[in-house]
């Protein structure tokens, strides 16, 4: 055997060990096994390196090609969580249907008129948010400072209804006829919800922040810090506590959540941040019996996250089963540390 394939055998059995933890990360709750949760984010890193890995014992052909190939055919319906190749493209003669969107602001660090005031956004730059074939009805928006309050056609909406609790915002086109919130205990995050009468009929809108991580912060200082390896292990130690503390008030989260949809009297739209991804436990819970807006209408990567970790979708458009999706976008604007996520909306056949 040649000598670099002797080398390559333990870096294949490494990557198929962690891909395998991957593809089982959606079942296993990282309360009770914490490596699940690193797991779910691994799923767009270790794929392209399991091709390679293919591809290698394939030259030539070698028995270790399998245990790769195996796994390949098992990851296609996560592949398919992060990637599409058959999204639709709207037209004049598609359904007006609605438009809802979802962006995590940032705290308007990005769209704010006076970086002094943040009680007012640019309103140019917060209509180009979005497509213009995709201007929102519906707009779902996450970590909005408590001082902001929109003032006409801001988001592109004019004359809007207003739902909002703690950092988090609905804004409608439509009038919203009832509403309510959820807190939850020890976490700044929440989840409001609206019922909403559009044009396809009374739906109850979701709009989700889940339990932030909250990290950024603490790694920028132990990537910039002097090497000291009793206080660097001792800080990423702390990162790895504060990393498993959110983990488990998201599960909490998702299962309330998935609850309160489930006894939604209308149709439901699930919108926003969910801070996890579509490879996680908390993703699945919440996802049980509902369509993502990704799924049936996308085309291409699905990465909503524009911050330093490439490649993540973390921000989501869920629906009921009644309702369907003629076009998926996420548009390619970068005035927060998120991509703003658009879905058109009709009512299901």
Avoid at 148 to 176: A, C, E, M, T
Wanted: hydrophobic share 45%; proline share 7%; charged share 20%.
């Amino acid at each position: 055997m040649r000598k670099a394939a002797v080398l390559f055998i333990p870096f294949t059995l490494i990557v198929s060990l962690f891909m395998i933890m991957t593809l089982m990360a959606p079942w296993v709750s990282p309360s009770s096994f914490w490596p699940a949760l690193f797991a779910a984010y691994a799923f767009v890193y270790l794929f392209p390196v399991l091709i390679l890995c293919f591809i290698f014992w394939l030259r030539p052909l070698n028995r270790w090609a399998l245990l790769p190939a195996i796994l390949l055919l098992l990851s296609i319906p996560a592949l398919h969580r992060h990637v599409q190749w058959g999204g639709t493209e709207y037209t004049s003669a598609s359904p007006k249907g609605v438009v809802i969107a979802t962006l995590n602001a940032y705290s308007l660090h990005k769209l704010k008129l006076d970086k002094k005031d943040p009680a007012q956004v640019d309103r140019t730059k917060s209509a180009n948010l979005f497509p213009a074939d995709m201007q929102p009805d519906i707009v779902c928006l996450q970590e909005v400072p408590l001082s902001y309050q929109p003032r006409g056609p801001d988001w592109g909406i004019s004359n809007s209804f207003l739902f909002r609790h703690k950092n988090s915002l609905i804004v409608s086109r439509y009038p919203i006829d009832a509403k309510g919130k959820k807190s939850f205990e020890g976490s700044g995050n929440s989840i409001s919800w609206a019922d909403i009468t559009t044009p396809i009929g009374q739906i109850r809108v979701f709009n989700v922040h889940l339990q932030s991580n909250r990290i950024s912060q603490d790694t920028d200082h132990l990537a910039h810090a002097p090497m000291d390896e009793a206080k660097t292990w001792s800080g990423w130690k702390k990162v790895l506590r504060k990393v498993l503390n959110s983990t488990r008030l998201r599960e909490e989260q998702a299962r309330w959540l998935a609850n309160a949809v489930q006894q939604s009297p209308y149709p439901t739209l699930v919108a926003g941040d969910f801070n996890d991804t579509p490879q996680s436990y908390a993703y699945r819970i919440i996802r049980k019996g509902l369509k993502d807006s990704f799924e049936h209408g996308g085309f291409g990567f699905g990465t909503t996250f524009a911050g330093r970790i490439p490649g993540l979708r973390i921000d989501f458009i869920l629906m009921s089963p009644d309702l369907d999706v003629i076009n998926h976008q996420v548009s390619p604007v970068r005035y927060s540390d998120h991509y703003p996520v658009l879905s058109r909306v009709i009512k299901a056949d």
